[in-house]
């Protein structure tokens, strides 16, 4: 089976325009049943440090701010910054990043599940202390960074899954939103409260949840910043389940179990068709290209510096529309 796919800047199509992650998953059986009966893998490092560790040949990278496990080819990734309800500052970008080129690269990986760390938030949106003192220039690098993070984990030929556990507020729903579906704890909480801060989504937010949920309903999440519950989550289709907190990794690892007896590359060309079927991939690109620009002009509003600041120093944010 021959599937095309787009070169990005990791290199992901070869001379022969296959993807080499499809190539490998067709000629590297062998690893999957390695990993499958043998290797169970958590680790942490309390420091700012990348190891490499070889296991069967595989490298695996430890890191600062995620947690990694692997069991039955389901790689795990729980983002971990429960202080700071696992809020996505540079690091925690940087190192999805590092972990989604694993999940390209590693055949032993069949599919991702990924999740927050403590039992309040699934990630509370971008860290807002490193928004303080950014230019412009600065915010739309920040904007681009976080959604070729985010494409980078919709793009993926093998599923990731969100196991939603608590606030899935800003970077954090959108984070949800870039996986392929959703699976949400009873406590859950969805939304973009960025116009709290006098701010706009600007990791893929406004378009993937518009696309996700409909335009008035998203309008609605966008600039009234409600929370939503699971329950109403699931009723607006941005959940696939609603299970009870402690269920929730069991139903997310079951139903990747089911998927992981599919057919790898099938799976794969159904994830890059559902992401074309999605809409028109050129105005996609588009909108998403105006949230980057979007996100850089509230940078140099007093809105958004009253919103950051008030939110640093706990106090509610008066507005003046300057
Ligand atoms: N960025 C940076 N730090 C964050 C954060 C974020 N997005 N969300 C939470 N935190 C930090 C808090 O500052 C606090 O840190 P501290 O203990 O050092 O003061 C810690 O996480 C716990 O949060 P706290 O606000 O005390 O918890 P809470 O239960 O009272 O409220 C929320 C929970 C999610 C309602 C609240 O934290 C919040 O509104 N967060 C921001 C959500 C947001 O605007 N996201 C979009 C960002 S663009």
């Known amino acids: 089976m021959r599937l095309e796919c787009r070169k990005d800047e990791h290199g992901m199509q070869n001379e022969e325009g296959v993807d080499p992650v499809l190539r490998e998953l067709v000629n590297d059986r062998a690893d999957f049943d390695i990993l499958n009966s043998l290797f169970v893998f958590s680790i942490f490092l309390p420091f700012p440090a ?32 429960p202080d700071k309800l696992n809020a996505l500052n540079k690091t925690v970008l940087d190192e999805l990043n590092s972990a989604m080129n694993e999940v390209y690269h590693n055949a032993g990986i069949k599919s991702v599940i990924i999740t927050g760390a403590g039992p309040k938030a699934f990630v509370a949106g971008a860290d807002i202390s490193e928004f303080n003192g950014l230019t412009k220039e600065q915010a739309i690098a920040l904007a681009k960074r976080g959604q070729d993070t985010f494409s ?4 993926s030929p093998k599923p990731v899954i969100a196991a939603v556990n608590g606030f899935a507020l800003g970077g954090g729903c959108e984070l949800a939103m870039s996986c392929h579906f959703r699976i949400a704890a009873e406590n859950a909480k969805f939304g973009q409260p960025e116009v709290n801060l006098g701010l706009i989504p600007g990791y893929g937010g406004t378009q993937r949840l518009t696309k996700l949920i409909g335009k008035g309903r998203a309008i609605e999440l ?3 910043a409600n929370m939503i519950d699971a329950n109403t989550a699931l009723q607006y289709g941005l959940v696939n389940y609603v299970v ?3 269920e929730l990794l069991n139903k997310a690892r079951s139903v990747l179990e089911l998927i992981n007896t599919k057919a790898p590359l099938a799976v794969a060309a159904c994830i ?9 991939r050129v105005a996609v690109e588009n909108g998403f ?24 120093e706990k106090r509610k944010a008066v507005f003046s529309g300057k």
């Open 289 to 312: 290209d105006e949230e980057v620009k979007m996100f850089g002009d509230c940078f140099i509003t007093d809105d958004m510096k009253e919103g950051i600041t008030a939110f640093l």
């Open 152 to 155: 980078r984990i919709e793009d």
């Open 222 to 224: 966008l600039i009234a």
């Open 272 to 280: 890059r068709l559902a992401n074309i079927a999605e809409t028109n």
């Open 244 to 246: 009870a907190p402690e």
């Open 50 to 81: 990348f190891v490499f560790i070889s296991t069967f040949s595989k490298t695996f990278i430890m890191y600062q701010t995620l947690l990694v496990s692997i069991e039955n080819n389901i790689l795990t990734i729980t983002i971990n910054r």
